[in-house]
């Protein structure tokens, strides 16, 4: 096989040399780390301020007059400006830092169902009998049972776009599906499991249309692609703060500030509220309202030193280093005989995440071989069951790049699949 | 050297060639058990007559290791008086769950002994076990009394 080494904007090699992980070695072979849709490694500078804030910094936020505690706050409140700037939201106040992508959307969810038993509260959250909520084939499992529990819970009837045999949504019954019983569109940006990136500006267009709200899950695409909130017209986007070098722990919940305001609260406790008595309680706002307890905040310091090496090396340069790699990828991929790519085969609308099978070979077995070689996917049904269904396979071997892969790296993979076909031919 | 110990030849033998697949008329307890981290799946039947074995019978899909698992049990297990198949179910089981640190009995578990290295890698022990533990539900629906419930 011939390596084609395709220059990239940035020096892959010296950026390489920031991620202590990369240099280690897994089963007597250099680590080979294609499994960055799953979680992205932590580069050193990452590191170093999660360090120096436990060091120097540590106090608790938002309630302490002492120094400490005035950097801390400091600290965590300047992670979610980067954030804001990062996805280019028009203020800070409308990031929520919660623990994940999952558990923004189930913030979101729960808020719904708080509205819907609470007389008087915002009719665009509030949910019942007739009223449809409307997600995709495609989504990952925190995209879909969550709205499955809430349709339970409401007596909404839940809905789902098609994936096409091409992995692309299917929009064609766009107005049949959304329409004027939907409340809520929730659809995934970036596919964990195809790599599809999705253009939600049809979806989103209708959806406002009818009055119903939008969210996007923006999991693999805000780590991976520039982000733009305002441009992508969306009401809500999750995300998280692993898959985009930072790390595990902190995730947000982006939300039009109007919509944040009219929101009722899901978690009670401390920091949430503006009064306590013994018979009621009334709320801070956004964003506040809906970080109850002692946030995440290292994790928060640490996501935002993340933005800040993203944003060095450009968000667009990061697309366009992936997008060599992954045209790269399904080139020589293709060339693996009984090699099936589940997804686009081609570069265009889909990021640097390839789900394959290798014909009657499991899924469990490919990466086992491939992990004995150094090289690690992930292997398995990636929390996307129905697209696996949809495709009619248990399980997808899938390997996913990040700014830090190499052509060198897809080699070593095509090569482990040479000897996959080996051993279990 | 590890990896050999868990692609053992037998076990790509069992994979590749299994013994006594496919579902059997007349069973007498049927149990289906799913790997939700990986979608593996089989389904096991158990057919007693009196108090020994009649016939093991199943089918599934999934990697090398469960299905050649499925495929070890059925030599094993399927024509066994009751009594001797527990033992021989737990004596698997204890094996998979000895983190490699078991020495196998090669009388009482024959070609059960290629999976020993499998013990020693964690994310593929239910893999080895899924067959075993549908089979000790289809044998409790067949009317087999067994031993405490041992989690996979």
């Known amino acids: 096989m011939t390596s084609l080494a395709i220059p990239s904007t940035f020096d892959v090699a010296a950026l390489r040399a920031d991620f202590p992980i990369l240099g280690r070695e897994v089963n007597g072979h250099p680590l080979v780390y294609l499994d960055s849709a799953n979680t992205s490694q932590k580069p050193r500078q990452v590191l170093d301020v999660m360090r120096a804030h436990h060091e120097r910094h540590n106090g608790n936020v938002s309630r302490s007059v002492h120094t400490l505690g005035t950097e801390a706050t400091l600290a965590y409140e300047g992670a979610r400006e980067k954030v804001a700037a990062f996805i280019n939201a028009p203020a800070a106040s409308e990031v929520v830092f919660g623990k994940n992508s999952t558990e923004a959307i189930n913030l979101l969810a729960y808020a719904f169902s708080n509205a819907s038993v609470t007389p008087g509260s915002d009719p665009r959250f509030r949910l019942g009998p007739g009223d449809e909520v409307v997600i995709s084939e495609m989504e990952h499992h925190s995209n879909i049972v969550p709205w499955q529990l809430l349709c339970e819970r409401t007596g909404a009837t839940l809905r789902w776009f098609p994936v096409t045999d091409e992995g692309r949504l299917d929009e064609s019954a766009l107005d049949d599906l959304v329409n004027e019983r939907t409340k809520l569109v929730s659809i995934v940006h970036m596919s964990n499991i195809l790599g599809t990136i999705n253009d939600p500006a049809r979806i989103v267009a209708r959806a406002h249309q009818v009055g119903a709200l939008v969210m996007l899950d923006c999991s693999q695409s805000v780590p991976h692609l520039p982000v733009d909130v305002q441009a992508l017209g969306a009401d809500f986007i999750a995300f998280t703060g692993h898959k985009m070098l930072g790390p595990t722990g902190v995730g947000v919940l982006w939300g039009r500030a109007e919509l944040l305001e009219a929101m009722p609260p899901v978690f009670g406790g401390g920091s949430m509220i503006e009064t306590v008595t013994m018979e009621k309680s009334t709320f801070a706002p956004a964003p506040a309202r809906f970080e109850a307890g002692t946030p995440p905040i290292v994790e928060a310091i640490g996501l935002g030193a993340a933005i800040d090496y993203l944003t060095d090396i450009g968000m667009a340069a990061v697309q366009a280093h992936e997008q060599e790699i992954t045209a790269y990828a399904l080139e020589v991929l293709s060339s693996v005989p009984t090699l099936r790519i589940f997804g686009p085969t081609t570069p265009e609308g889909r990021g640097g995440t390839i789900s394959f099978a290798l014909e009657g070979i499991h899924p469990h077995d490919v990466g086992q071989v491939l992990d004995d070689e150094g090289v690690e996917v992930r292997v398995g049904h990636h929390c996307a069951r129905p697209v696996c269904v949809r495709y009619g396979v248990p399980a997808t071997t899938r390997a996913s790049f990040y700014v830090y892969t190499t052509t060198e790296e897809v080699d070593a993979l095509v090569r482990g699949l040479e000897r996959v076909r080996k051993v279990f031919g | ?152």
């Open chain 2, 1 to 152: 050297m590890q990896f050999d110990q868990l692609y053992q030849e037998i076990i790509l033998e069992h994979y590749k060639r299994p013994h006594g697949r496919g579902l059997r008329e007349p069973f007498g307890g049927e149990a289906h058990h799913v790997n939700p981290t990986c979608g593996d799946e089989v389904t096991i039947r158990v057919a007693v007559d009196g108090d020994k074995l009649a016939d093991v019978s199943y089918e599934g899909m999934g990697c090398s290791i469960s299905q050649a698992s499925a495929s070890v049990l059925h030599d094993l297990l399927a024509t066994l008086p009751v009594d001797q198949a527990l033992k021989v179910h737990d004596a698997f089981v204890e094996l998979m769950q000895g983190r490699g640190q078991v020495e196998p009995d090669e009388e009482l578990l024959g070609d059960g002994v290629a999976f020993s290295g499998v013990a020693r890698y964690p994310a593929r022990v239910k893999c080895a076990l899924l067959p075993w533990m549908a089979f000790k539900d289809a044998a409790v629906r067949a009317g087999v009394t067994v031993g405490p419930e041992v989690k996979a």
